[in-house]
Nanobody, 118 residues
Framework: QVQLVESGGGLVQPGGSLRLSCAAS????????MGWYRQAPGKQRELVAAISGSGSTNYADSVKGRFTISRDNALNTVYLQMNSLKPEDTAVYYCSARLPSESRVDYWGQGTQVAVSS
């Protein structure tokens, strides 16, 4: 049974930081391309950042320079370090896993809420 379990969300003031974690089980983690998506109320889910099994990364333009995605293949965990948070970063953040050969996400986490507000 595949599980992606996110943690680390919460309420933070503008300019603050949060670190999200996603622990994966039931998959050969090191071969999956892992990603973080987010969905704000009334908006479509969007890709925030992704990292391949070898560590290559890509980011949405809106988070470049502020967010960092990383992974620990020994712990089957992917992270999203979020710095200089803005109110527009408020959303539910979802962890994803996709095989490189696939065009669509294979597995999703349940989501973790991030709220940026003073």
């Amino acid at each position: 049974q595949v599980q992606l379990v996110e943690s680390g969300g919460g309420l933070v003031q503008p300019g603050g930081s949060l670190r999200l974690s996603c622990a994966a089980s039931g998959i050969n983690f090191r071969i999956y391309r892992m990603g973080w998506y987010r969905q704000a109320p009334g908006k479509q889910r969007e890709l925030v950042a992704a990292i391949s099994g070898s560590g290559s990364t890509n980011y949405a333009d809106s988070v470049k320079g502020r967010f960092t995605i990383s992974r620990d293949n020994a712990l089957n965990t992917v992270y999203l370090q979020m710095n200089s948070l803005k109110p527009e970063d408020t959303a539910v953040y979802y962890c994803s896993a996709r095989l490189p050969s696939e065009s669509r996400v294979d597995y999703w986490g349940q989501g973790t809420q991030v709220a940026v507000s003073s």
